[in-house]
């Protein structure tokens, strides 16, 4: 089991950035998959993008292609979410996952471990 803590949530302008961690505990970090998540109010879970163990392959939902960037740091056990050029339909809140495989997917059944969300509000 993998414990995971969200951080970098808080409130910006539209057109503004953030970036998001998640720091995980527990398994071997660089043996899984990881992938960020988010729910608005009155919606489903989607997912928003995803790395896979080493870093070297990523995979984004289409409505935050070529503004958020997934990376990881597997020494210091940390996954990040760069977001640029916010949207007000990007206020949710957001959660990092850990997934059951090595390799890129975006099902939220592939994956076993979630963190406690944080919250992004854009807004002017």
């Known amino acids: 089991q993998v414990q995971l803590v969200e951080s970098g949530g808080g409130l910006v302008q539209p057109g503004g950035s953030l970036r998001l961690s998640c720091a995980a505990s527990?398994?071997?970090?660089?043996?899984?998959?990881m992938g960020w998540f988010r729910q608005a109010p009155g919606k489903e879970r989607e997912f928003v993008a995803a790395?896979?163990?080493?870093?070297?392959?990523?995979y984004y939902a289409d409505p935050v292609k070529g503004r958020f960037t997934v990376s990881r740091d597997n020494p210091k056990n940390t996954v990040y979410l760069q977001m640029n050029n916010m949207k007000p339909e990007d206020t949710a809140v957001y959660y990092c996952?850990?997934?059951?495989?090595?390799?890129?997917?975006?099902?939220?059944?592939?994956?076993?471990?979630w963190g406690q969300g944080t919250q992004v509000t854009v807004s002017s």
């Open positions: 996952a850990a997934s059951k495989y090595s390799s890129v997917v975006s099902h939220r059944s592939d994956f076993l471990s």
């Open positions: 790395i896979n163990w080493s870093g070297s392959s990523r």
């Open positions: 527990g398994r071997t970090f660089s043996n899984y998959a």
